[in-house]
């Protein structure tokens, strides 16, 4: 028995020998495409034949860099036609170009020119103009613990075949406590404006496409955009999402089909390594400079639904203000100090018993008081 005691043990400190040795001798895998230093521009946008041009202009990081990507500010940017037309686009925010609201004819072809502040001139390749189908139905389903999204759409004129979606979504909600006064140069007073109920608003991230290419018919039918867990903060009151399609070219989707598999195949040893993207943006100045981005022209088509609580089974919702607690009391002679807390705000007036001689405040944090650290308390034009 000792003796297969000491063979049992024994074996055990060879493979734990091997495993040190092994370890040791793994090198982290790198692919070069992420070490290798890149400031090469990014053209994100298309131009819109029926609204306002957006486009955002950044320069490219290494896959290993966290931080933002920096913009490209103070460039010259415009619209192009092939009948000799021109629109320009103004930076409105750093990085961000937009036009006026146009309405463009679609049996034209479009690129977008720019000039960086360096002075080295872009330009895409010019396209052609299209016309979006119309948007059948947004619809809404709860599958299990999640509400799921879901587009239709078609063209029966069969010249489509290749699509394209994003969405933005907003939502209302509620801080855990009102506050209806404020503190101004040493005072309690009425608060002016609500900041109880705001509105907050995300856009997509995920690229979602479909190809009716190898159908008898151009029909997109349910097509799965996102879900998410059905007791969210975003369905406790009222959810609204607006979809935007877009009607694309074969080499358009090829592009954004390249950058889902590039974006969604990061991380895992045995994923393809990402592959360098190829639209239809080049260099004047340099043509062997690589250029970052598609720029299609196309007319969208959008449609928008609503979701209340009340359209959905009775349920306990996510809150971002769950762990609130109870307010806090400020006593009269206390509100002096009270500038020395400015992560709090006053709530409201508190009595003595039976009796309209306020004694003090109640108070609470600012994170549970002020819904414009989260959204926007300015209700959105198309909200009911």
Not at 18 to 38: A, H, N, Y
């Amino acid at each position: 028995m000792r003796q297969m005691r000491a063979g049992f043990y024994g074996s055990w400190l060879v493979v734990l020998l091997l495993l040190l040795l092994l370890g040791g001798c793994v090198d982290r895998f790198e692919p070069g495409v992420i070490r290798s230093p890149s400031n090469y521009l990014v053209v994100d946008g298309f131009i819109n034949l029926n609204g306002r041009t957006i486009i955002r202009l950044t320069r490219t990081l290494p896959l290993a860099d966290t931080t933002a990507p920096p913009v490209e500010t103070r460039a010259n940017v415009v619209i192009r036609d092939a009948a000799g037309g021109s629109f320009a686009l103004v930076e409105r925010t750093p990085g961000e170009y937009v036009s006026d609201s146009l309405v463009l004819p679609t049996d034209r072809r479009y690129q977008l020119y720019l000039r960086s502040s360096a002075g080295r001139e872009y330009a895409s390749e010019l396209a052609e103009g299209r016309l979006t189908p119309p948007i059948d139905s947004v619809t809404w389903r709860l599958d299990g613990p999640n509400l799921r999204l879901g587009v239709n759409t078609h063209d029966a004129s069969g010249r489509t075949r290749y699509y394209r979606w994003s969405f933005a979504e907003t939502w209302e909600f509620r801080v855990g406590y009102r506050s209806v006064l404020q503190y101004v140069n040493g005072a309690i007073e009425p608060r002016p404006e609500d900041i109880y109920v705001c509105w907050r608003t995300e856009n997509s991230t995920a690229i979602k496409l479909s190809s009716t290419q190898r159908l008898s018919e151009d029909v997109v039918s349910d097509l799965p955009l996102w879900q998410f867990p059905a007791n969210s903060v975003r369905l406790a009151r009222r959810y609204s999402v607006l979809v935007r399609q877009y009607a694309q070219t074969a080499e358009e989707y090829a592009y954004w089909e390249q950058l889902q598999k590039n974006t969604e195949s990061l991380g895992g040893l045995f994923d393809p390594t990402p592959s360098q993207l190829t639209g239809n943006v080049r260099c004047l100045s340099d043509a062997a400079e690589p250029v970052m981005g598609y720029v299609g022209a196309v007319a969208p088509a959008e449609k928008r639904i609503f979701i209340a609580q009340t359209d959905l089974p009775s349920t306990r919702f996510e809150s971002y203000y769950a762990t609130c607690g109870e307010p806090d009391t400020l006593l009269l002679a206390d509100v002096p100090d009270f500038v020395h807390s400015p992560n709090q705000l006053p709530l409201y007036p508190l009595y003595y018993p039976m009796s309209s001689i306020i004694f003090g405040y109640a108070t609470a944090y600012k994170e549970c008081a002020d819904c414009r650290l989260l959204g926007t308390n300015r209700k959105p034009a198309f909200w009911p």
